[in-house]
């Protein structure tokens, strides 16, 4: 079965956030069960300055009123025999915008970009795709271009990653497609006539529709259903089925045990595993808190974006509810100035608490290995690492009772849940941790369950690779 699998970054070429690690950890798992997968993605020039990979050939494409020469570039997943593309736009470089309208034109030629490529590495390396797999908007308009415009059916599988992002612009961008009119008019009908919404679209031309997590897919239908930008789209795709399977399907992320595993990690301070974590653990926790300027207490983190979803809000009203637990609190991650702020504001305000608002992953590697805890606050979560890391480090986690993190964690059993967006929850989370700290036998158990949860990519990939099955039928 040949997959190729697209989206907007692909780790270690190029890595922002928690779909970066998937675009790398899945293929390596899906080609360990058979699946013959590539994967392709922009050639930003990030990846240009840092690999400048060879050249492979070319190809032409109609996209605004110009013909645009797409390079194709590639290179091998390192250790591994899985090809990945890159496509240059020479014309308007695809550029690794923050945020902006430019970034919807952008996508939007990548995609067609995708659509025309799938030809060409039929053609020059001999392969043919038998289902694509797109992820999230930046890549969500790939089935809609390849029905309507290159008239290519090959099943398609959309995976959202985060609904929040949905890609929504000027439904200019379809002219800039060249799709005529007629062929468009049918995503003309019941919207605003001069929006797109690139995941909307994705949602009802996609053959399959899954996300990262099973309480994350039954919120997208159940919740969001009701009151969100997306709810047209998700009735739409339930009523004009058309003989697809309609439900969003949930397939629960995994963790790369090659990168998060404390027996190995060149980061950490000292190397442990589940024989002798209680010394690797007090080792790496002396040393953590000895670099921090902190005392010996019981530890919590925070290692994370700081953006609204992640609910750090939440975490800093707590924080000044607790100043007589006699705890330390670590800060690690950056984001919006407006919460870096707020952050560093609490950090000044207690000595317990140490923030280092900065994208450090050497220093995440050490908290995760010194820490006690770890607290994830999120608003929603579709499936989060960060909990599925720490456990493998014997970090307990103490998180919000919502998406991928209800599914990652057994509430008293290897973390602790506690009601979503609720200061007062997290409160009592921790006062609960703490007590089941001093039990040590009972804590002993906690975190050895913890280590021991089964989170690797073997598990998830089985489950696409069923799912594609299915889909090929
Ligand atoms: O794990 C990768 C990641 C998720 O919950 C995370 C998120 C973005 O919000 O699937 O995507």
Known sequence: MNVLITGYEAAPFYKRGGLGDVMESLPKALSKIGVDVRVVIPYYNDIKKK?????????????????????????????????FYFLDNKRHKFISYKRGRDKINQFASFDLAVGHFIGWVSEHHHWSPDLIHCNDWHTAIIPLILRKKINLSIPTLLTIHNLMYQGVGSLKVLDLLHMKDEETKELKRDKPATAINFLGEGIIHATRVSTVSPTYAKEIEQTERDHSLISPFLVKREQEGLGKDRRVMGILNGIDYDIWDPAKDEFAFHKFDINNWEVGKKDNKDDLLKCLGLEDRPTFCFVGRMA??????????????????????????????KIQASVLKIAKKFTWVKAEVVYDEELAHKIYAGSDFIIVPSRYEPCGLIQMIAMRYGTIPIASDTGGLRDSILNGKNGFLFKKGKSIRLKKAIERALSRMQNKEKFKKMVERAMKTDFSWDKSAVLYKKLYEEMLR
Do not use: C, W
């Open 51 to 83: 690999y400048n990979f060879k050249e492979e050939g070319e190809f032409v494409m109609k996209f605004e009123s110009e013909e645009d020469r797409i390079g194709v570039y590639s290179s091998l997943l390192p250790q591994t025999k899985i090809p």
């Open 308 to 337: 609204a979803q992640k609910g750090l809000d939440i975490l800093i009203k707590t924080i000044n509810h607790i100043s007589n637990f006699n705890v330390n609190i670590i800060i690690l991650g950056s984001g919006t100035p």
